[in-house]
């Protein structure tokens, strides 16, 4: 009876063990999530399809995910069709093939390095993952990122990458770069760490290519005097290539210093490198490691060899002293350590068995190297660039400082608004917009009881004013400034400009305050034209200052002080000017339907008014769909809040406000015509037709995409999805189909549990305020139902097997015999026992 009972616990135990350690990892999941940003960054590497760069592979791309490091990565594996027959190492990265130009295919030239320039190029010119990038970050095999690595944070610019220093490329000082370029005065000595715009790397990546072919061909030239290549072998004939032929297209550097580091070095006081490129050996007292001793490492598919264990940080505590050599020592050994801890998971994911237990992979495994090895901000003097002298450091002139940015909107409970939601919130994360955004979810008590929506964006809930509490006139346009006035008041937000948009948008590109000149007391915005009552008596009646009153509303980049000043005062001008219903007509305020519905555009005028809040107005951020575009202009934002039309087809969100598309599986908006049928005659009109297209589509993609995320059925198994008569026609009784509404109720069982990979949290305190218990009642109840289940069970069985036992044993004797073979058959269970717990002890815990 004792047994089965510690055996019936035991399993009790392992159940409810493995539910906490799913909730464990979600929450590790979560917060994992929550640290990645969503913009636009894609990381690339070169390498060949070699064991040498395998280990390296296992390296780069462990650290790449162990930093957080954004945005997606991809190998570039160059390989002849002899070497691609043997290849063991396709799965080792997310990887794009590119043809190898080890061996020159015109001179014959043996020179691998070359592949670096080549792939870019094939990449640039092949791969549809080219086409939605904004920033690129360019890395070499042989290094392990310790933090993430974002341009913009960084300073880069279009026009200036950011770059580490190669102090060695004395080319650049020479007669090399007066062969080479054009411009030697614009040659940087600079590589290993690159960040730019895709802009710049398309312009730069077929020059980089063919001056790296015209350096290597300049035999003449490799001496170490001209290229400080102490082999003097023109193996560096790429790095000048790169310089080159950023000279030639004329980018500029800002070059940084600190940002990488070969382990060995020592780092300056107050940097912490992001990067380590461990191009050159390193040692720890008598312990070393030079990537050349491994040139034909088979170490990725020799299941359990690791690199040579370096010391443990306790060993270098003791024998180093000087706190500075010390940084570098745990630099040395942060290196290494991850290496090996990459080929751990690899071996791990070929197959391996379970290596035996070591000190060394406890360490492994330990809390000590966990927070060692954690992601690493970038400090502020990791940012300090160099000047065009790159032996002192730019001490008049303070790095150049992007601040945070965070993005708002506002909605409310409805089908309507929750399509606006998943079109937007698509296009946030497909736009490179820095920061993150948030929904400001206005809705009543009632209304969130039977809301389905809560997983479609980052969502801060306020209570609704669509019914307002004193007067109770119904104006939903007022839930804007009050959940703005509540976000600011509940949330602690460490962004210093907000950017407030409208649900009914597209963003097709970054707004940036520093881009459009937002300043403190100085906010942007875009222009409203018809807000006419700036103009005439309605400014006077409702502002101190009519002069100041802008034409201005859609979207607003203001800094997070003058917000705080101006929120409660948008609020308030808002419920002034809708109770000032004498005032509505069309000749005073623009209004065509004369009911004041634009209340809450003459709120925010006369609010930023009364603090002399002056606005930049760019024409260059908005365009409504419908609408032809200025020539040259890249507009930042479709407002779709007026029909548009393409010859028979047109949209109109208004016919939209009652049908449920998001939680209709499959459901979309009529396709636009194809863009191959427009005329193309008459210039204004496709440009004009072209992005009213791109608008549509654009939604439509999104609801493709959120379809696919709630794991809707095949669509072919579905019927068309019910229009808004046919809604009216059919009965009470009737329901849509049983597929359809079986899909609704998964829907509505994984609130808060379905996330977009590319949805993270706020970094910020976003959840200020916690979404309502019921929407994740149904997830929490079905949890314990299933604990209690494994439970009821678990006792039920210790029941009937303490009744059979107690019948077995009142049907027999208890005789001398019958007692020494129990003596006997219990000494030899506990001396099994006692094996499995040696066994145990010997068993590495994973």
Same mark, same amino acid.
């Not at 040659?187 to 020059?207: E, S």
């Not at 939601?421 to 993150?436: E, R």
């Not at 004013?465 to 109770?472: D, F, K, V």
């Given at each position: 009876m004792g047994r089965i009972t510690i055996w019936v616990l035991l399993f009790l135990g392992l159940i409810i063990g493995n539910c906490w350690g799913q909730e464990q990892r979600s929450q590790q999941d979560q917060t994992q999530q929550k640290?990645?940003?969503?913009?636009?960054?894609?990381?690339?590497?070169?390498?060949?399809?070699?064991?040498?760069?395998?280990?390296?592979?296992?390296?780069?791309?462990?650290?790449?995910?162990?930093?957080?490091?954004?945005?997606?990565?991809?190998?570039?594996?160059?390989?002849?069709?002899?070497?691609?027959?043997?290849?063991?190492?396709?799965?080792l990265a997310p990887t794009f093939e590119v043809p190898s130009m080890s061996r020159h295919p015109r001179t014959g030239d043996w020179y691998p390095a070359i592949n670096k320039p080549a792939g870019i190029v094939h990449w640039l010119k092949h791969s549809k993952e080219a086409e939605n990038v904004d920033w690129v970050v360019i890395l070499d095999a042989d290094m392990i990122i310790r933090g993430p690595i974002i341009p913009w944070e960084l300073g880069a610019e279009k026009g200036r990458p950011v770059a580490a220093y190669y102090?060695?490329?004395?080319?650049?000082?020479?007669?090399?770069?007066?062969?080479?370029?054009?411009?030697?005065?614009?040659?940087?000595?600079?590589?290993?760490?690159?960040?730019?715009?895709?802009?710049?790397?398309?312009?730069?990546?077929?020059?980089?290519?063919?001056k790296t072919e015209e350096v290597r061909e300049d035999r003449a030239h490799w001496a170490t005097n001209y290229t400080g290549d102490i082999y003097a072998k023109g193996w560096i004939s790429e790095m000048y290539g790169y310089s080159f032929g950023a000279a030639e297209v004329g980018l500029r550097h800002k070059i940084n210093d600190n940002l990488m580091i070969y382990p060995?070095?020592?780092?300056?006081?107050?940097?912490?490198?992001?990067?380590?490129?461990?191009?050159?050996?390193?040692?720890?007292?008598?312990?070393?490691?030079?990537?050349?001793?491994?040139?034909?490492?088979?170490?990725?598919?020799?299941?359990?060899?690791?690199?040579?264990?370096?010391?443990?940080?306790?060993?270098?505590?003791?024998?180093e002293t000087d706190s500075h050599k010390k940084r570098a020592l745990f630099l040395n050994i942060e290196c290494i350590n991850t290496l090996n801890e990459g080929l751990l998971l690899q071996h791990a994911a070929n197959g391996c068995p379970k290596p035996k237990w070591s000190r060394y992979l406890s360490f492994l495994r330990s809390r000590t190297f966990y927070e060692l090895t954690k992601p690493k901000p970038v400090t502020h003097k990791s940012r300090q660039m160099m000047n065009a002298d790159p032996q002192t450091q730019i001490e008049d002139?303070?790095?150049?400082?992007?601040?945070?940015?965070?993005?708002?909107?506002?909605?409310?409970?409805?089908?309507?608004?929750?399509?606006?939601?998943?079109?937007?919130?698509?296009?946030?994360?497909?736009?490179?917009?820095?920061?993150?955004?948030?929904?400001?979810?206005?809705?009543?008590?009632?209304?969130?009881?039977?809301?389905?929506?809560?997983? =479609? #964006?980052?969502? $801060?809930?306020?209570?609704?004013?669509?019914?307002?509490?004193?007067? @109770?006139?119904?104006?939903?346009? !007022? &839930?804007?400034?009050?959940?703005?006035?509540?976000?600011?008041?509940?949330?602690?937000?460490?962004?210093?400009?907000?950017v407030i948009l409208d649900a009914d948008m597209i963003m097709r590109g970054p707004i940036t305050p520093w881009e459009f000149k937002a300043d403190r007391k100085r906010p942007?915005?875009?222009?409203?034209?018809?807000?006419?009552?700036?103009?005439?008596? =309605? #400014?006077?009646? $409702?502002?101190?200052?009519?002069?100041?009153?802008?034409?201005?509303? @859609?979207?607003?980049?203001?800094? !997070? &002080?003058?917000?705080?000043?101006?929120?409660?005062?948008?609020?308030?001008?808002?419920?002034?000017?809708?109770?000032?219903?004498?005032h509505w007509s069309k000749n005073i305020t623009g209004d065509v339907y004369e009911s004041g519905w634009i209340s809450e555009m003459y709120g925010y005028s006369f609010g930023a008014a009364e603090l002399n809040l002056r606005h930049t107005i760019s024409n260059e951020i908005l365009i409504y769909p419908g609408y032809v575009p200025v020539p040259g202009v890249k507009y930042r934002v479709f407002h779709y809040g007026l029909e548009f039309r393409i010859g028979n087809w047109s949209f109109d969100k208004a016919n939209w406000r009652h049908t449920d598309v998001v939680n209709t599986c499959w459901a979309k908006f009529p396709e636009p015509p194809d863009a191959s049928t427009l005329e193309k005659s008459d210039e204004d009109s496709l440009r004009r037709d072209l992005l009213s297209i791109e608008c549509v589509k654009t939604l439509n993609e999104a609801l493709r995409l959120h379809h696919q995320r709630s794991k809707c059925p095949d669509p072919s198994t579905l019927s068309p999805p019910e229009t808004q008569r046919q809604r009216q026609r059919r009965t009470d009784g009737t329901t849509v189909s049983r597929k359809i509404g079986k899909a609704e109720e998964r829907k509505a069982e994984e609130i808060h549990s379905i996330r977009d990979n590319t949805m993270p949290k706020n970094d910020t305190e976003e959840e200020a305020l916690s979404p309502p218990a019921v929407a994740n009642q149904t997830f929490k109840s079905v949890k314990f139902w299933i604990i209690a289940l494994w439970a009821i069970c678990a006792f039920g069985f210790v029941a009937v097997m303490s009744m059979m036992l107690s019948s077995h044993r009142g049907q027999k004797k208890r005789g001398k015999s019958y007692k020494g073979k129990r003596r006997s058959s219990y000494s030899g269970a506990w001396d099994k026992n006692g094996q499995d717990r040696h066994h145990l002890r010997n068993v590495e815990v994973s």
């Open positions: 640290a990645e940003a969503p913009w636009r960054i894609h990381t690339l590497f070169s390498v060949e399809c070699q064991n040498y760069f395998d280990w390296q592979t296992v390296g780069l791309m462990h650290s790449y995910r162990k930093s957080r490091q954004p945005g997606p990565i991809t190998r570039l594996l160059s390989c002849t069709p002899d070497e691609k027959k043997n290849y063991r190492g396709m799965d102090g060695y490329l004395v080319g650049c000082d020479n007669l090399l770069a007066k062969l080479h370029t054009k411009h030697p005065e614009l040659c940087d000595k600079v590589g290993g760490l690159l960040a730019m715009h895709i802009d710049d790397l398309r312009a730069l990546a077929p020059m980089w290519l063919s060995g070095y020592i780092p300056r006081e107050g940097v912490e490198p992001i990067l380590l490129h461990y191009g050159l050996p390193f040692a720890v007292g008598n312990w070393s490691f030079s990537k050349l001793d491994h040139h034909e490492d088979n170490i990725v598919y020799d299941c359990g060899r690791l690199f040579p264990e370096p010391p443990y940080p306790r060993e270098v505590n003791l024998t002139e303070p790095p150049k400082y992007y601040p945070k940015i965070h993005t708002i909107f506002s909605t409310e409970c409805s089908s309507y608004f929750d399509w606006q939601t998943v079109g937007l919130v698509h296009s946030f994360y497909q736009s490179g917009q820095p920061g993150n955004i948030t929904r400001l979810l206005s809705c009543t008590d009632e209304d969130l009881k039977q809301y389905k929506g809560h997983h =479609l #964006a980052p969502t $801060h809930y306020v209570p609704s004013m669509s019914r307002h509490p004193l007067t @109770g006139d119904w104006y939903p346009a !007022i &839930n804007k400034p009050a959940a703005v006035l509540h976000w600011l008041n509940h949330v602690k937000t460490d962004a210093e400009y907000i942007v915005s875009t222009p409203y034209g018809y807000l006419i009552g700036c103009d005439n008596e =309605l #400014a006077k009646l $409702h502002t101190r200052h009519p002069e100041a009153c802008d034409k201005v509303g @859609g979207v607003i980049v203001m800094h !997070i &002080n003058d917000l705080r000043r101006f929120a409660l005062l948008w609020l308030h001008k808002t419920e002034e000017v809708r109770a000032d219903t004498s």
